[in-house]
């Protein structure tokens, strides 16, 4: 009796195994996620879902900028192209059309790529010298492609934030206005930076950022802090440029037509 029951039992055990091996293992098959693609600080990944522009510190014979947005979709490579949907808020007074176009509109991952690169020609029109303009870009669902990964939350404590995956605000100017490290009423170190650098003048930034080639989204960005070694390399630069073009007999004048000076740490 006990031969026949372990009998039994081993042949519904087979029978269940093979019954398993016959249902197919079901696969992901959603479409992969699409999203603005964000920078590594301190060795985490942080979604990047703004980004700025300003005319104010360019030469006035420049019309026209461009400014990049990555966009990038998870999953594998394909080898035929997606397009993605890709929509302006109505609420936006950056105009498209008017103030920016879109090099290309086609909105699309090219068939053996996983990234696209939004290209905004961006055009130095009359508005942006009265205040920052302002686009509100957002992803949206498709054939192609989810925007299931919305947000998340960087910093802790008062610095925490959310951060988007699918949505990016750019703001644009024609305004050679005092950057946010430079500021004293925004930024505590400002008092340093005019110590070594003296006053801020649109004229000076922009003469740090030719001949140090800056970055200018990344210095005049809200939170920008230079570092110490940075601004000593700054200012003890200009002072030598100074003193040259001045034994030349070709001072550097500044915006009130004066020799351009430096901080008081540099007199």
Known sequence: MMRNLHTILGMGTLLFLFSCKQEPLELYSGNPAIYFQGTIRNNIYEPKDNGNFSFGYMDPAEKNAVYSIIVASMGSVQTSDRPYKLSIDPSSDLKEGRDFEFLDR????????????????????????????????????????????????????????????????????????????????????ASIINGYLGKFSGKKLKLLIDRYGLNLEEITAIGYQPSVSSILAWAYGLKSYFEEMQAEGTPVLDEDGLPMTLGVYLQ
């Open 106 to 189: 086609s909105f699309t991952i090219k068939g053996g790529q996983v990234n696209d690169t939004l290209l905004l020609v961006l055009n130095r029109t009359a508005e942006l010298k009265e205040k920052n303009l302002t686009v509100f870009l957002q992803l949206e669902d498709n054939a192609n492609f989810t925007t299931a990964m919305n947000s998340q939350l960087i910093g802790t404590g008062a610095n925490e934030q959310t951060k988007y995956f699918n949505k990016f605000t750019f703001w644009a100017n024609d305004i050679a206005g005092t950057p946010w490290f430079w500021d004293a009423t925004q930024s505590t170190t």
